[in-house]
């Protein structure tokens, strides 16, 4: 705990050499400034306390309470990496106040935090030690912050680097640095501006006005005057990298901008970033559990992934889940809908497919799928998901009459990599053994808008080409266009003649984009023989990011027989 005698000597050993007469009339007056004994009699009560549970026992030492709105309390990302940044009106029991609400959806928060806060030796594990003052971080400082938020953890800093004083506009930062800044776009991090509506003494502020130095020799025995005390704390919405990081000016003046969006947080006015909405908090486990468990199970995984059969009810934790999953999933590509759950009207009467994980309670992912034989004669108007995107024309009736319309698969992020989308296939032919009256596979399979333009038109060019649709089956709503002479271009780079070449050479020229062929479109189309696979057209979603979504429709009956066995025959 504090020792104002050790602190001295280690981060000013000359003092003691220059001014030996002053050393101790000095150390006495820090002590009582900074309530020695106070600190060392809770070290003495407390000596087992160490990280959070440290914290919560000096909150309720001081009974200081802050007060926060429910929706407000939804907007701290669950997972994810985020840079949380705050203004510091008390500077001390508001930063741990702040903590404290963090860690209650955010068990792996740390605080940016300045070498005096670093003295307390309980609360080391939960710091990340940088030099506000001075600006003279160490390399390894910086790499250990760094360092979490690439492994997706919640960092909170104050820019100010030190307490709220008096100004014209009340109480408010000094100038903010811009290290939050350099910290976020090193990692690519989103910015969730929190704002602390509290003050000090009269007192205090007075001083500060005559001797700034001094009043900072105040701030622990402001900190006992908190006692108490409750403050209220406002949090905003979500600033995205690609919101803040779009706006061309300098750093410096960027922290301007932050520090003004929170103040207007603060004020419950529009901010001056454009945000997002922060993803739904995950559901109860235990209860998603049970929930999973009373779906029909289709089979099992070598690894011991189950695969399960859903079907909608009523105030369903997994239909949220699956929402916000999906949510998770899609903006991790640069889509999404931008609500806290992706879900819509179709769930409710749409199949879902979804790969449980048992030893971490985790849906690992999920498709939905439609019969849509009840609505092959009104040709799926209000019925299909791909209706809102497609007009089907009458030559799409003997698909829809034995179809299957597939639609809003993902493999949450932390799955990826990991066969999970070929678990999904088994399923899905688990379903089709019990189920062999279905011949087509059909629905809007997306290419994201991250894709540059020339990546998009490759890929549309090329599939259109090579899996091409051999009658009118839909008018897209917003079909893509692809210009005359870009189409000239790409008919001499795909001519359509060698298929394997030509897949090759787009698979290099997306390369050289640090891009590859998305997932789905590569996997659906090496299911079929030559003629199984065909793109009937290519629609803009403006509702969903404006991605482009191909719809792909599959001929079982071309399935390859290595992929029938692998799917449709296999026992599990």
């Not at 220059?18 to 003495?44: G, S, T, Y």
């Not at 979490?148 to 104050?158: K, P, R, S, T």
């Amino acid at each position: 705990m504090l020792n104002v005698e050790t602190f001295i000597q280690d981060k000013y050993p000359g003092f003691y050499q220059r001014h030996p007469r002053l050393v101790q009339p000095l150390i006495r007056v820090l002590r009582m400034l900074f309530r020695e004994k106070n600190f060392q009699q809770f070290a003495a009560d407390y000596p087992h306390l160490e990280g959070f549970d440290f914290v919560e026992q000096v909150l309720d030492y001081f009974n200081f309470r802050y007060t926060i709105r429910d929706h407000e309390r939804l907007r701290i990302p669950a997972q994810g990496r985020v840079v949380i940044i705050a203004n510091h009106p008390i500077g001390s029991l508001d930063g741990l106040a702040l903590l404290k609400l963090v860690r209650e959806t955010r068990p792996d928060v740390k605080v940016v935090a300045n070498e005096l806060l670093y003295t307390l030796k309980p609360l080391h594990n939960l710091l990340l030690p940088v030099d506000n003052m001075g600006g003279s971080t160490s390399r390894q400082n910086l790499t250990a912050i760094r360092t979490h938020l690439n492994n997706d953890g919640a960092i909170i800093i104050f820019p100010a680097g030190e307490v709220s004083r008096l100004s014209p506009q009340g109480i408010r930062d000094g100038d903010w640095r811009s290290g939050f800044l350099r910290m976020a776009i090193h990692n690519k991090s989103p910015i969730l501006p929190v704002f602390v509506d509290g003050r000090n003494s009269v007192l205090f502020y007075s001083v500060s006005l005559v001797a700034k130095p001094l009043s900072t020799l105040l701030l622990v025995r402001e900190m006992f005057k908190q006692a108490q005390n409750c403050v209220d704390i406002r949090v905003g919405e979500l600033i995205s990298y690609d919101s803040y990081q779009k706006i061309n000016v300098s750093l410096k003046e960027k922290a301007k901008l932050f520090k003004r969006h929170l103040y207007r947080v603060g004020q419950n006015r529009t901010g001056i970033f454009g945000t997002v909405t922060a993803i739904a908090h995950p559901e109860n486990r235990a209860l998603l559990k049970t929930e999973v468990k009373q779906c029909e199970l289709l089979g099992k995984t070598g690894d011991g992934k189950q695969i399960y059969l859903y079907r909608y009810q009523p105030d369903s934790l997994i239909i949220r889940e699956i929402g916000r999953l999906r949510e998770i999933s899609f903006r991790a590509v640069g889509e999404g809908t931008g609500n806290r759950r992706d879900l819509d009207r179709y769930d409710h009467h749409y199949f879902h497919l979804i790969l449980w994980d048992n030893e971490e309670l985790e849906i690992a992912g999920a498709y939905r799928f439609c019969d849509t034989s009840p609505c092959a004669d009104t040709l799926g108007k209000d019925h299909l998901y791909s209706s809102e995107l497609f007009n089907y024309t009458p030559l799409m009736k003997p698909y829809l009459k034995r179809g299957l319309e597939l639609g809003r698969s993902f493999v949450q992020p932390k799955y990826w990599g990991r066969r999970s989308l070929d678990y999904l296939w088994y399923g899905i032919g688990a379903f089709l053994r019990n189920n062999p009256q279905y011949r087509y596979l059909f629905g809007p399979v997306t290419l994201s808008n991250t894709y540059p333009k020339q990546a998009m038109e490759m890929l549309i060019y090329f599939y259109s080409q090579h899996h091409p649709s051999r009658q009118k089956l839909v008018e897209p709503l917003l079909p893509y266009q692809i210009s005359p002479e870009r189409n000239r271009e790409l008919a001499e780079k795909f001519p359509g003649v060698d298929q394997k070449a030509e897949f090759a050479q787009l698979k290099s020229e997306l390369a050289h984009m640090n891009l590859s062929v998305p997932t789905l479109y590569k996997q659906y189309t090496e299911v079929c023989e030559p003629g199984g696979v065909q793109f009937a057209g290519f629609n803009i979603d403006a509702n969903f990011a404006n991605c482009v979504d191909g719809l792909i429709i599959v001929d079982l009956n071309q399935l390859k027989q290595s992929k029938r066995e692998r799917y449709l025959n296999s026992p599990d």
